[in-house]
């Protein structure tokens, strides 16, 4: 008699605890509907969301690949390659470039020696270019890792965010 194989799950327990009370704010038979959340998830703990960690959350939510795939394709939020530790997302939207938005990319690109969609080679930033974040009157405007949100960032305030993100690591 052979064991059967159980397939190596790439998320961890924690994760899947995550997951299962983002589930539970859903009927059952739409667990479809934590797909955006689950996905965070699994890029919190990974750092992106491969195409394995994709199947394994399809596979979870008993969605078929191809529609995560494309929720994790659609959303900027998600990487879908390897990314830094950092994820830094600048709002180059028109309300913000007319009031430095752009400017603030511009000295980050410069600061970090990469452009959008780069990672810098020590792996630690990530430059994103953002749609709006819903903090126009705040402008310049970035992201950080999708969770924090930093305002009125004037060149000496991008240096020292990226003074603090170093020294963190
Ligand atoms: S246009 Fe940049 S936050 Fe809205």
């Not at 699994?42 to 596979?59: P, R």
Request: proline share 4%; aromatic share 6%.
């Amino acid at each position: 008699m052979s064991a059967v194989t159980q397939p190596q799950r790439l998320l961890s327990d924690d994760a899947y605890a995550r997951i299962d009370r983002e589930l539970a704010k859903y009927p059952a038979e739409h667990r479809q509907s934590a797909v955006m959340a689950a996905l965070a998830i699994a890029q919190d703990e990974t750092g992106w969301v491969s195409k394995e960690i994709i199947e394994e959350v399809a596979a979870y939510l008993g969605m078929p690949p191809i529609a995560v795939h494309e929720v994790a394709t659609f959303y900027n939020m998600y990487n879908t390659r390897p990314a830094g530790k950092y994820s830094i997302a600048v709002c180059t939207c028109l309300p913000c470039a007319l009031r430095d938005g752009t400017k603030a990319a511009e000295h980050l690109k410069e600061k970090l020696g990469i452009g959008f969609g780069e990672t810098t080679a020590d792996g630690l930033f990530t430059l994103k270019e953002s749609e709006c974040l819903g903090s126009c009157g705040d402008a310049p405007v970035l992201l950080v890792n999708n969770k924090r949100m930093c305002s009125f960032m004037d060149n000496q305030k991008l240096d020292a965010l990226l003074a603090e993100l170093r020294d963190a690591k």
